[in-house]
């Protein structure tokens, strides 16, 4: 390896992965008590230091049990009553369709973590984010992947030029994801890239910007036959990229050939991201990231964290830093996140539509 070659390979192992922490952390309260809280939000904001003052969940059970597995001080007994403690970040840890009428009693000028997605569909997403005008809330979509230790270094591998301008974004999936698990997702109208897909199709929005179309088709599988679909084929178009999502959440023929990935590549160099989460949901496998640039070699990025529970720190800091003006910008803030909505909005009329059939003509043209 040259000399340059080794300062790339620095560069590389050192980019940063981490989100700063707020210099006055805000007590947050947390609305909801699934198992994403359990095993997302409440390990992360515990391993950032935030202070969670409050929980409440209409399964007071729950919230006990979370309360005391995470020595949380108070379990409220109505959402009323959560939403009066002083000076707190609401943290909505809730289903979609629940998101709008509990916006509506969130106090005036509130900071607010919105869990994604942001409503069933876009309409309702245009109301949520028009109610958080009207309310004057600083309110944020919990896109978390755009936070992850392996994302934020993307981010700056790509912000030091070290892929070059991007011709070629691939998401693939080969691996089984628990549906059962979230038993609310058999009443909605799109299941895959509303709860899923749409965490890729944010990245990709905040990499590549707004795309100007969408080609996409999502399916059911018959092991799943109350969901409206489990797994989805989307394209992109950006001008000069070829930009798609193979995504495959059925797959049930053991660890071998399970692929959980996303590659990158540039003029001056490329990415893979190994979603090791997805491997083995929730525990998951180990995830990696491998970057290579100009003419050096792959150079593994010692990751400092995980998707999950890292990323929660990092959105709840961003938010927190937001709120307090020591950051400019709020990477996931609702109008963003309308935008990630509308393309899941036109994902799901693409799907609809279907593709363009093959001729059938009548008689042979030789």
């Known amino acids: ?26 007590p947050i309260v ?19 230091g935030f202070i969670v003052a409050a929980i409440f969940d209409l399964d007071i059970a729950r919230a006990t049990q979370l ?12 959402l009323e009553q959560a939403l009066t403690i002083k000076d707190a970040v609401f943290d909505l840890a809730l289903p979609p369709e629940a998101l709008l009428q509990t916006i509506q009693m969130i106090p005036l000028g509130a900071t607010v973590l919105i869990q994604k997605p942001l409503g069933i569909h876009y309409d309702q997403a245009l109301a949520i984010a028009g109610l958080c005008q009207q309310r004057n809330l600083i309110a944020a979509v919990n896109f ?31 691996c089984h994801t628990p549906w059962e ?24 929005r905040g990499t590549l910007g707004e795309p100007r179309s969408v080609m996409s088709l999502s399916v059911p599988h018959p092991d799943h036959p109350t969901l409206a679909d489990a797994r989805t084929s989307t ?19 053991g660890p071998q050939h399970q692929d959980a990935s996303i590659r990158i590549e540039g003029v001056r160099g490329a990415a893979i991201v190994s979603l090791g989460l997805l491997l083995d949901y929730p525990r998951g496998a180990a995830e990696t990231l491998q ?15 995980r998707w999950f529970p890292d990323a929660f720190v990092g959105i709840m800091s961003n938010l927190q830093r937001y709120a307090a003006g020591e950051d ?39």
Not at 144 to 173: N, T, W
Not at 181 to 204: G, K, R
């Open 235 to 253: 394209i992109l178009d950006y001008p000069g990229v070829r930009c798609c999502l193979s995504l495959n959440h059925t797959y049930r023929f």
């Open 144 to 174: 978390q992947l755009r936070f992850s230790p392996m994302m934020l270094a993307l981010r700056a591998a790509i912000e030091q030029d070290l892929i070059g301008d991007i011709v070629d974004v691939e998401v693939r999936l080969a």
């Open 67 to 78: 309360a005391t597995q995470f020595g949380i001080a108070q379990v409220c007994d109505s």
């Open 181 to 204: 698990l979230w038993p609310f997702m058999a009443a909605l109208p799109q299941v895959e890239t509303l709860m899923h897909s749409i965490h890729y199709m944010d990245w990709i």
């Open 30 to 48: 947390i609305l909801g008590a699934g198992g994403i809280v359990r095993d997302s939000h409440l390990p992360a904001y515990r391993k950032g």
């Open 1 to 26: 390896m040259t000399l340059a070659n080794e300062t790339i390979a620095e560069r590389i192992r050192g980019l940063r992965q981490d989100w700063p922490k707020p210099t006055q952390p805000r």
């Open 328 to 366: 400019t910008v709020l990477l996931t803030a609702v109008d963003d996140a309308v935008r990630t909505m509308a393309l899941v909005d036109a994902c799901k009329i693409s799907s609809e539509r279907g593709g363009v059939a093959p001729r059938q003509d009548s008689t042979k043209p030789y």
């Open 291 to 305: 970057i290579i640039s100009a003419n050096g070699d792959w150079t593994d990025v010692p990751l400092q964290g």
